[in-house]
Structures are given as C-alpha cells and as structure tokens.
C-alpha cells in the first residue's frame, strides 16, 4: 500500500511517501520553489515523492491531510467572538481566504491533486488527521521505541498547543492536552517578533542569541504572561498578546512591560534583545522540564519522543536528557508542519489501517533524513557543462583525500551528496564544511558565505564513534536535535579580562580546541555521523582526523541567508559562484573557485531571497 502525506497552507509545507510502512520519500516544497518556508501546496514535493517511487498519482492508494480545516475554523470563530470587537480587523482578514479555499479543502486538495496527474481516472480516497496527532506519528512511529511517552508542542494546530500521548506498539492514545491561546510556542514567537526577527522563522535566532545574554526578565515574564503549573502545564495572560485577535504578537502592554516598543529587523542588536533572549529561553526550557516529567510520571514508559516546532530547540532537549528522566529520548528531525506530511502517512498506515509496527529499539526509520533527491553523474555533468564550469572527476577515495586536504588548509567546501535532507538541519548532504579548529571560521563563515548576522553559531559534525571524546554526550544524535557541552578538558578559560565581557563581545574569544563550533556558552549542537546511513561523509571526516587529529568538520546549510538550502547541482553552482566558498563537490566532482569562470559582478542577487 502506498501512501501520500501532505502538510500545506500554514507553513513549511511538504509531501511524504510511505509504503507498507517504510518511508521512501520525503521533501519540503521550498527546496523546489525556492520560496523559504512555503506554505503552498506542495506540487513540487509530491511530484517528486511520486517520482522517486516511480509511481503516477493513480497508483497512490490514499492521500493524507495533516489538519482538519472545520476545527481549525471552528477554533478561530470562538476566538473571536470571545475578544469581540478587538478581533474585528483580524477577522476581516483572515475570513476571505477561509471562506473562498480553507473551508473547501477537499475540493482544494482533489483539484491540486488532479493537477498532478490529469489523466487519472479516479483520485484515491482522502483523509485527514488532526495536527497533533500527525506530529505524534511523526514522533512515535518514526522513532526506534516500541512504548514511549510522546509530547507535542507547537504554536497551534487546531486547538491543541501542547499534548501528551502514549504510543504503543501500532497505537497513539491522547492523554490530555493544553489549548489555544495558552501556547508555548507563540509565546516564543512572541518574543521573536519582540526581537526584530521573523516568526515561524527566526525562533532558533533568538536560542543562538540567548548565551550572550543574562535571563533578567525571568521573573517579570512569570509574573505578568505565564501562569505556569507545577506539572508543566500554563497559562498565558492574553492582556499582553496580540495573536489571538489581531495581526502582530505582542501589544503596547507587552511592549511597555519590556520597556519600549519591538526591535526593528535588521537594526543593531543590543544587551537588551541578548537579556530578553535568554530569558525566554530559560523560561522554555523549564516549561519543557516540567511536562517532560510529568510524563514521565503519568506514563509507564521508559523513552520520549518530542515534534512540533518546540522541539526544535534543541537547548531545551540537551538539558531534558541531561536530567536523566528518561532512558532515551527521540526528536523527529522535521518537527514542525514539515513533519506532518510525514506523520500523517504514518498515521494512516498504523491507526487507521491497523497495521502492525516493528522497531528494534535502536535504529529509526528516517533513514538518517536522507529522503529528498539525488542527482547522477550524467546529470551534473549536463548541469556543469550548461554552466560552463571548470571540473575535475575523481574516485571516492581520492576525492576524500583530497577534501581532507582542502579542509586542513582553512579551506571552506560546498558539499553536494547523495539524497537531500528532510527536514531544516544539513547533515551533510547539502551542507558547508570546513576546518573547526580556526577560530576565524565562525566569523567568516557567516559574513563572507552566509551573508547573515556574525552571532550565529554552527553545529560540529562528528564522528560518531568519536563525539564522547569531543562532547559531553553518551548517544547518537544524528538529526542536530541535541545541545551538550564541549568536554571540559578541550575548554579554553578564560581570562579575567575576558570574563567582564558582556553581550556580543563575547563572540570572538575562543572558547576550545574547535573555537568554530563551541558556543559562547562552552556547548554545541552536536551532529553525530554514522557511516551506515552517511558512508562518504563519515570517510571525509575520518581521513580529516587523520590529517589533523580533529574527528570534526564545522557544517552548516548550503544555502545564503533567506534561501532554502539548495536541492539540484544548478542552485549549489548558483550559490558556490556568489559568495565565498573556495570548492565546491558534487558527487565525484570537484571544482575550485579559482578555475571558474568570472562571478556576477554585483550582488543584486541577494534581493531574490527575502530575508529570514
């Protein structure tokens, strides 16, 4: 039986394709529309969901939406008679669109879906799941356990913020859940509006920003928004939020109890966006902890598993781990709507078809989230020809010699792999490497190549046989969903000098033997490489550490800031030749930007991706 997921029209839209049970493709649409976190229907991710199983849309047996459109609706219309009149301006808005597309959205999805195949003699049946129940499939049956507690926590689904499952065998049983407006989520994203950055986009912004900053409002924010429990659950005080009825997060009383109004994007960040930042992080993190453990409580279960968009922040699972609640935890590495698409097939498979679930408790089944395109050497080779690049084709074992040796060197490499990655996080399919070790790296990395603010931090890819000797960290973490310290005998201290420093002056002292990839805070979000589902960039990093001693590369996404990471040969070509990437690799091809032909003499370019 084959399956098509589809998650759209909110954000991050995506499709998956399950097959008695095994996911065999899965990608967002952004990386095929070039628009970041699309919400559209996510046409060109179906196609080529379909495309990689060689199969036409008539041959799908059914089709899985991730939300059910009446409850969402009926959820917005209690809303605002509840606020009414405040919510009059927001209504107005939102109601054409509900009423022209949203309420029809079964007949939205079969014309989208007919468009994919026309000649098609009939669609296959149409199902829909509730949000947080996708996220949970997502998390459960993807994940290596056979009994887990399952928490979810996003901004909102349909009513549901926050919810705790048990998943069993081929089941998911609802516990109880936390309701609209009362979210944790948007009570992040409202403090990432607060701080000039985009919702639903810069909220892993405002976690790199928060160790440079001191959590001084931590107890103005428990005072006056969140009314938080014992066991983890809260609520919101909406007096101060402007989501619920109107078309910004935050208020004039917000802004007065922070005393002034939003940041504007793109102006100089301050002590006080670094503060606000860490407190609100420490705020997450404590709210996490305290559902975590009441799960654990409540659940006979030994293992966890966490989607929706919370569980992005992966400052928040390290420190879960780290407490020792559970034997093991599991995030899906698409946790946001992304994941839906992928969760929602896998709910069909399991719930509604009632079809047996097998985990070994050890190995999940995303297949290290290696589940979007591939290219083949003739089809580079065209691509590089159109381009009129300079190549040279070596063997695998050449190739990763060589790239060691460009590595060692300072070098940074575009690095084109294999399956793309399903999911926001690079794992070395589509990624940016280079040499953790230079304590420049960082700094140039983000403002020569990334084009984006220097404070960000990047993740260190490690040999998985190798990341306890590097991290404080016992266990795979293969999906970047884990923060943990840099071993303290790698640690560099620092100066008395050093330690008056406040804010972003922070972000050039070298904190460790890998200056690139430790954070202000001596911690890293650690990627763990695994040569059973990356063998290439497992033996690249192998023949680095013999180089150099390091069993560490710096990777980051390849891609500049504002656009999706990239998906074909044609886009990471585009993206070596703008910015400062010195080789680019694609498969057994290597190029290096010196034997390329003359770049784009300006960086007019840039205005093709709205800035995140």
């Not at 001084?216 to 909406?238: E, P, S």
């Not at 089944?365 to 084709?393: C, H, K, N, T």
Request: aromatic share 10%; net charge negative; with cysteine.
């Amino acid at each position: 039986m084959r399956i098509l997921g589809i998650s759209a029209y909110y954000h991050d839209s995506a499709a998956a394709l399950v097959r008695d049970g095994t996911i065999v493709a899965a990608a967002q649409e952004e990386r095929f529309s070039r628009k970041k976190h699309d919400a559209r229907f996510p046409r060109g991710a179906a196609a080529y969901c379909l495309a990689a199983e060689g199969v036409k849309l008539r041959e799908i047996d059914v089709v899985v939406f991730y939300d059910k459109p009446w409850l969402k609706f009926e959820r917005m219309l209690e809303t605002y008679l509840g606020y009414a009149p405040r919510g009059l301006a927001s209504f107005l808005t939102a109601m054409p669109l509900w009423l022209k597309e949203k309420l029809n959205l079964r007949s939205v999805l079969e014309k989208e879906l007919r468009a994919l195949d026309p000649e098609a003699p009939k669609l296959a049946p149409l199902l829909f799941t509730e949000h947080h129940q996708a996220h949970a499939a997502s998390a459960f049956f993807a994940s290596p356990f056979q009994r887990a507690a399952v928490l979810c926590l996003d901004g909102v689904g349909e009513w549901a913020t926050t919810s705790l499952w048990l998943g069993a065998d081929n089941e998911l049983t609802p516990c109880w859940e936390v309701d609209f407006p009362h979210s944790l989520g948007l009570l992040y994203s409202a403090f990432t509006y607060y701080t000039g950055f985009k919702v639903n986009s810069g909220e892993y912004k405002v976690m790199g920003l928060a160790p440079y900053g001191e959590p001084r409002y931590v107890d103005l924010i428990y005072r006056h928004l969140i009314d938080l429990k014992a066991d983890g659950t809260f609520r919101l005080n909406t007096d101060y939020f402007n989501y619920a009825t109107g078309l910004t997060m935050t208020n004039e009383r917000f802004h007065a109890l922070f005393g002034g109004p939003p940041r504007k994007p793109e102006s100089p960040l301050t002590q006080r966006e670094m503060d606000l930042a860490a407190s609100i992080q420490a705020v997450t993190e404590e709210v996490v902890a305290r559902l975590a453990r009441t799960a654990r409580r409540e659940i006979d279960a030994e293992y966890l598993c966490l989607a929706g968009g919370v569980a992005l922040n992966c400052v928040a699972n390290g420190k879960l781990l780290r407490e020792g609640l559970f034997r093991d935890l599991w995030v899906q590495p698409a946790a946001g709507d992304a994941g839906g698409a992928v969760g929602a097939a896998l709910a069909a498979w399991h719930i509604h078809h009632r079809q047996p679930r097998h985990s070994n408790g050890g190995t999940d089944s995303m297949d290290g989230a290696f589940l979007g395109p591939s290219f083949s050497d003739g089809e580079i080779a065209q691509s590089l020809a159109a381009s009129g690049a300079v190549y040279r084709r070596l063997d695998d074992d050449a190739l990763c010699s060589e790239v060691a040796r460009i590595l060692a060197e300072g070098k940074v490499v575009g690095w084109f792999q294999g399956r793309m990655e399903f999911g926001p996080r690079a794992l070395g399919s589509r990624s940016i490497i280079g040499d953790p070790r230079k304590p420049e790296m960082q700094a140039a990395m983000n403002l020569k190549i990334k084009f984006r603010e220097s404070f960000r931090p990047f993740a260190p890819s490690v040999l998985a046989e190798r990341a306890s000797d590097i991290f404080e960290l016992d266990r795979p973490s293969p999906y970047m969903a884990l923060v943990a310290p840099v071993k303290e005998s790698l640690r560099i201290p620092m100066t008395e000098e050093q330690q008056r420093l406040f804010g972003i002056d922070k972000l050039n002292v070298p904190r460790s033997s890998v200056p690139a990839i430790t954070h202000v805070d001596y911690s890293a979000r650690i990627q763990t490489v695994h040569r059973e589902t990356n063998q290439r960039f497992h033996e690249l990093i192998r023949r680095f550490e013999a180089l150099t001693g390091c069993p560490v590369l710096v990777n980051t996404s390849f891609n500049v800031r504002g656009e999706p990471i990239v998906c074909t040969p044609e886009q990471a070509y585009r993206c070596f030749m703008r910015t400062g990437i010195d080789f680019l690799v694609l498969e057994n091809f290597i190029l290096a930007k010196d034997d390329q032909p003359a770049a784009e003499a300006d960086d007019s370019w840039r205005r093709e991706f709205e800035l995140d």
